[in-house]
Structures are given as structure tokens and as C-alpha cells.
């Protein structure tokens, strides 16, 4: 019986990212692409998505944000993988090395020289267009569907002071 080998011209997952893992997907170098949404964004979703309200004692998000991260607001991890510091933890970053701020400097240095394009979701019409051009794609290549998309009117709201407060702790 022979091998059957298979050519992907692109994979597309979802999952944390470890370099190592991938690097043995490849004959030839690859071009890496990710997207990244705005950190208080990604936030605001996940707090929605997770219903973290019940874990907390059904505070709002403001309330939350607004209040010290102790006591039974410090662990901000959800089934050990959700919360606080959500992009570094999906580039493949553990929650103790959140702050050793040698690791996350070596982790955002590996993002840079791994990554050919670091798309923004906010900014995705522009985004595309830079991946556009570095996969060498036409116009009809950049369809894009916008699914599973959460209605404006559902999100948790989060005032200025709430969104800094967030980041910073």
C-alpha cells in the first residue's frame, strides 16, 4: 500500500498556537496570519459568552471592572483557560507566565518573528486587504462572512473608566 500525501494550501483552525506543533506542517516556510481583537472587546464577549456575572455573585461588568481584582474577584480564569489575558494565553502563553514580564516579552518577540500579518478585528476591512496582498489574491478571492456575530444590544456595556480599569489589572 503507498502513502498518500495531501497538499493543504491553507489551514484554518482555531486553536492555541504552538509554534513547535506547527512547524511540522511544513515542507517549505508558510506564510502565518492571525487575528487579534481589541483586548477589552475580547473581554466584553467572553464575560457575555461565559455568563461570568453567575460566577461572580451577578455583578455587571462595570461593577466588576470597576472593583479591586481580590478576593473572589482575582481568579479571572474560567475552566482553567478564559479570562484574564485571553490573546497570550491563545498564543500558547500558561496563566503563571501572565506576569513575568521576561515571558511575555519572549512571547511577543516569537509573535513578531513568527507571524507574517497580525490582522485586527476591528479593523477588518483593512485587514483584509493587507492579506490580500500578501497572499497575492484577486478582489473575488476576499469574500467574507460576518456569522455568529453578537447583536449590539446584548453586550454587557462598559464605561471609559471601566475599559482602562479593565486593562490595567
Known sequence: MSAVYLHYDIICQLFVYIYRLMGRMKNQRPIYFTILRDPVNLFVSL?????LSRKFGGISLEEYALSDKVGKYADRIQAGQFGRNQMLWDFGL???DFDNLTKVQSKIEEIEATFDLVLITEKFSESIILL???LCWDFYDMTSLKLNAQ??????????????????Q
Open 47 to 51: 464575560w457575555d459568552y461565559l455568563q
Open 94 to 96: 500558561t496563566p503563571n
Open 132 to 134: 490580500k496582498e500578501l
Open 151 to 168: 447583536k449590539s444590544s446584548s453586550k454587557s456595556k462598559l464605561s471609559y473608566k471601566g475599559k482602562v480599569l479593565l486593562c490595567l
